[in-house]
């Protein structure tokens, strides 16, 4: 018997904490912050063309921005900033 199905995952949502279940590989993140997210990566990328050379850390965006810093991350691990944005550095 062939089972081809994509396995599933019980994940939290990178936005809003809340528990979803996805399938294996897909981004995590649930229906009702598709949008919240996607205006927040337009803020963050805007913030960093700003500030291009001044290095900000995960954190001074967190707070420039006025959101929770998990949030930031979670677009950081969803990879949204890896080759448009140099300047974004881990935390010290
Ligand atoms: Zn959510």
Do not use: W
């Not at 528990?19 to 990328?45: F, K, N, P, W």
């Not at 500030?51 to 949030?71: F, P």
Request: charged letters at 30%.
């Amino acid at each position: 018997m062939v089972i081809d199905e994509v396995p599933l995952e019980l994940v939290k949502c990178g936005m809003c904490g809340k528990a979803i279940v996805v399938e294996q590989g897909e981004r995590h993140i649930c229906s009702m912050c598709v949008d919240e997210e996607h205006r927040l990566y337009t803020s963050v990328r805007a913030l960093l063309r700003d500030y291009e050379r001044s290095g900000l850390s995960i954190r001074d965006v967190a707070e420039i921005l006025k959101v929770d810093e998990y949030k930031v991350t979670h677009l950081v691990e969803s990879g949204y900033f890896v080759l448009a944005l140099r300047g974004l550095r881990p935390n010290d």
